[in-house]
Nanobody, 119 residues
């Protein structure tokens, strides 16, 4: 069982920055691929960025060049640095941990943190 707790959301003006953090419980954080997803009102939950156990990253086209995902295995934490924020980045941001063992996937979600970009 992995518990994920996000923090760092809030209200920011367009063009501003925020850094989200996701702290994971347990001592097997390094075995999981980690990701950030977001869900705006009335829309589906979409991928924002992922970082694998090996440190490879992947981004949605809409955030490339503006957002950076990173992980600190010693602190059991994954981060999302968000720069040049736009109103369309407004959403609840969720942390995800995923692991595939013998073709069976196990996944966990955090409770989400609200990010609002508005003047």
């Amino acid at each position: 069982q992995v518990q994920l707790v996000e923090s760092g959301g809030g209200l920011v003006q367009p063009g501003g920055s925020l850094r989200l953090s996701c702290a994971a419980s347990g001592n097997i954080f390094s075995l999981y691929d980690m990701g950030w997803y977001r869900q705006a009102p009335g829309k589906q939950r979409d991928l924002v960025a992922t970082v694998t156990r090996a440190g490879s990253t992947n981004y949605a086209d809409s955030v490339k060049g503006r957002f950076t995902i990173s992980r600190d295995n010693a602190r059991n934490t994954v981060y999302l640095q968000m720069n040049s924020l736009k109103p369309e980045d407004t959403a609840v941001y969720y942390c995800n941990a995923r692991r595939v063992v013998n073709y069976a996937a196990t996944g966990y979600w955090g409770q989400g943190t609200q990010v609002t970009v508005s003047s």
